[in-house]
Nanobody
């Protein structure tokens, strides 16, 4: 079994920064993809950014140039540095760990950006 624990959600003003962290525990095999999704009220859950175990990244267009994803394969952690935050970034952010045949989610952490 795999568990994901998220840290770092908070309330900030527009233009501010936050760093989200996620730690995975359990049977973590490679290859895998670790990343972050977000879900705003009344909207679907969308990809923010992810990175595979080889270091290839993928970003949503809305966050390119503002958010940076990083991971530590030895520690099974993935971080999301979020800069120049906008009110539209307000959402619950979910850590995700994806294997070829299994998908795991964290419990979610709230990010609120006020104007």
């Amino acid at each position: 079994q795999v568990q994901l624990e998220e840290f770092g959600g908070d309330s900030v003003q527009a233009g501010g920064s936050l760093r989200l962290s996620c730690a995975a525990s359990g049977s973590i095999l490679s290859p895998n993809v670790m990343g972050w999704y977000r879900q705003a009220p009344g909207k679907q859950r969308d990809l923010v950014a992810n990175m595979n175990s080889a270091g290839v990244t993928n970003y949503a267009l809305a966050v390119q140039g503002r958010f940076t994803i990083s991971r530590d394969n030895a520690k099974n952690t993935v971080d999301l540095q979020m800069n120049s935050l906008k009110p539209d970034d307000t959402a619950v952010y979910y850590c995700n760990l994806m294997f070829p045949n299994r998908n795991y989610w964290g419990q979610g952490t709230q990010v609120t950006v006020s104007s």
